[in-house]
């Protein structure tokens, strides 16, 4: 999926929660990405794992799909012990088009889906002892509770 063939029309990167991003970079991407990474800073279930300066790349192709890739930004100066960094990952299928609200649940079911399958093994996000659900409700990306069906809070919304 990501070649090092592959012609980009552009690629934007930026951090993980804002609020700074290109000018130029697709808004409702953006947006997103953003919403999803505030979430990324609370209820986590796995290892200590440092986020905060994670960066977001999307890259834009000819056909205005993107592909996505969250990668850890520079440690800190005073890393606590026994945090780790983030391993990044990449994925695709983001098209330019979709809504905000349409991609968030993406991101964030792709995020999730990426940090349960990789090492060491993290939940995110949870409730309880209970993995959360992206989906779209009423024309707004939220986390539900799988097995209730209950609505948690929006996404970007669920640490505060």
């Known amino acids: 999926m990501f070649s090092p063939e592959t012609n980009y029309l552009n690629v934007w990167t930026f951090p993980i ?12 991407i953006v947006g997103a990405c953003h919403a999803v990474g505030r979430d ?17 790349t999307v890259s834009l192709l000819d056909t205005d799909y993107c592909h996505l890739m969250l990668e850890a930004g520079p440690r800190p100066r005073r890393k606590t012990t026994g ?7 990449g994925f695709g299928g983001l098209h330019v088009e979709q809504s905000v609200q349409e991609l968030t649940v993406l991101i964030a079911g792709e995020v999730q889906d990426q940090l349960a399958s990789g090492m060491p093994f993290v939940q995110w996000p949870i409730n309880e002892q209970r993995m959360l659900m992206p989906t779209c409700r009423d024309g707004h990306a939220v986390w539900v ?15 505060g």
């Open 40 to 56: 990324l800073q609370c209820r986590w279930h796995g290892p200590d794992t440092y986020v905060q300066n994670c960066l977001w």
């Open 83 to 89: 945090t780790v960094a983030l391993k990044g990952f």
């Open 17 to 28: 929660t804002g609020p700074d991003a290109p000018d130029d970079a697709p808004m409702n």
């Open 145 to 159: 509770v799988r097995s209730s069906d209950h609505v948690i809070a929006e996404i970007g919304a669920l640490c």
